[in-house]
């Protein structure tokens, strides 16, 4: 008897969903297309018809990880003038919230760097980032943003990421310990930032 056609309303999605459950429960060592497939409940050949290789695939969930970022960082950005440092403490939330995840958006040598919507969804975090520094508006007789801007927007983002990688590793322990009793490490974050006096309040 023929075995009956692979159907599947939304292989795509079921494939990028199983792919970041796994990665939350099990880490990134256990993401194979088979593993993936097999928790998706379809066959192990069944993820060619979308993705052509694992980086494929992981690609793919970074950038959903990127447009998540985003949507985060969008609604954090409305909140300018209430909060102080909104956006980084916004990417801090992101990243605590989605530890593994987070982890696979900066894990290059596990991505296809080309990959068009990874390649976007990079864009649009970078994009939200550099005008909530003001980077556009205030930017060179050519048009783009001068030497100092750009230095301000690196320095901003080095230490909040850097920052955000301390506390996913648990190494700001000591410091929070340290700290006035129930310091979170979004308000150390905070007084990271505006002790640098290197950044408006974004």
Same mark, same amino acid.
């Given at each position: 008897?023929?075995?009956?056609?692979?159907?599947?309303?939304? +292989?795509?999605?079921?494939?990028?969903?199983?792919?970041?459950?796994?990665?939350?429960?099990?880490?990134?060592?256990?993401?194979?297309?088979?593993?993936?497939?097999?928790?998706?409940? $379809?066959?192990h050949g069944a993820p060619a018809h979308?993705?052509?290789?694992?980086?494929?695939? &992981?690609?793919?969930?970074?950038? $959903?990880?990127?447009?998540? +970022?985003?949507?985060?960082?969008?609604?954090?950005? %409305?909140?300018?003038?209430?909060?102080?440092?909104? &956006?980084?403490?916004?990417?801090?939330?992101f990243a605590m919230a989605n530890r593994?995840?987070?982890?696979?958006?900066?894990? %290059? %040598?596990?991505?296809?760097?080309?990959?068009?919507?990874?390649?976007?969804?990079?864009?649009?975090?970078?994009?939200?980032?550099?005008?909530?520094?003001?980077?556009?508006?205030?930017?060179?007789?050519?048009?783009?943003?001068?030497?100092? %801007? +750009?230095?301000?927007?690196?320095?901003?983002?080095?230490?909040?990421?850097?920052?955000? $990688?301390?506390?996913?590793?648990?190494? &700001?322990?000591?410091?929070?310990?340290?700290?006035?009793?129930?310091?979170?490490?979004?308000?150390?974050?905070?007084?990271?930032?505006?002790?640098?006096? +290197?950044?408006?309040?974004?």
């Amino acid at each position: 008897m023929a075995k009956a056609p692979y159907h599947h309303g939304a +292989l795509r999605e079921a494939l990028l969903e199983a792919a970041e459950k796994l990665l939350r429960e099990e880490g990134l060592s256990a993401l194979t297309l088979r593993a993936i497939a097999r928790a998706a409940g $379809v066959s192990h050949g069944a993820p060619a018809h979308h993705f052509e290789d694992l980086s494929a695939l &992981l690609s793919e969930l970074a950038a $959903v990880g990127f447009r998540r +970022l985003v949507d985060q960082l969008a609604a954090a950005r %409305e909140t300018r003038g209430k909060v102080s440092f909104p &956006l980084p403490k916004a990417y801090l939330s992101f990243a605590m919230a989605n530890r593994e995840l987070f982890a696979l958006m900066f894990r %290059e %040598e596990r991505l296809d760097a080309r990959r068009p919507s990874l390649l976007e969804a990079r864009a649009a975090a970078i994009a939200l980032l550099s005008q909530s520094l003001g980077v556009k508006a205030h930017g060179t007789p050519a048009g783009g943003p001068s030497l100092k %801007e +750009l230095g301000a927007m690196t320095a901003a983002w080095s230490l909040t990421h850097g920052f955000t $990688v301390l506390a996913i590793d648990g190494r &700001l322990a000591p410091l929070l310990r340290a700290a006035p009793s129930g310091t979170a490490a979004e308000a150390l974050l905070e007084a990271a930032l505006g002790a640098t006096a +290197l950044v408006g309040r974004t």
